[in-house]
């Protein structure tokens, strides 16, 4: 079992979700849980078609942190 970091991005009707170790690998959904299901179909797709095309599967090396700053 692989674990990737997923970016997750509100917008105003919509979120998107991107994964940084799998350039291309996104996608977007009405809600923040439709998103998260829809992003793991996407890694799982994306790395069946690695795995087809006898690509290398990149290995989870992408790590995220909440940081706080004053406001400007």
Same mark, same amino acid.
């Not at 095309?53 to 290995?59: H, K």
């Given at each position: 079992?692989? +674990?990737?970091?997923?970016?997750?991005? +509100?917008?105003?009707?919509?979120?998107?979700?991107?994964?940084? #170790?799998?350039?291309?690998? &996104?996608?977007?959904? *009405?809600? +923040?849980?439709?998103?998260?299901?829809?992003?793991? #179909?996407? &890694?799982?797709?994306?790395? #069946?078609?690695? *795995?087809?095309?006898?690509?290398?599967?990149?290995?989870?090396?992408?790590?995220?942190?909440?940081?706080?700053?004053?406001?400007?």
């Amino acid at each position: 079992m692989m +674990r990737y970091m997923v970016v997750l991005e +509100r917008g105003e009707t919509s979120w998107g979700a991107h994964v940084p #170790d799998l350039p291309g690998c &996104i996608a977007v959904g *009405k809600t +923040r849980a439709e998103v998260l299901r829809l992003i793991r #179909d996407a &890694i799982e797709f994306h790395i #069946d078609a690695l *795995k087809q095309d006898g690509l290398p599967v990149p290995v989870p090396s992408s790590e995220g942190e909440l940081v706080e700053v004053g406001a400007a």
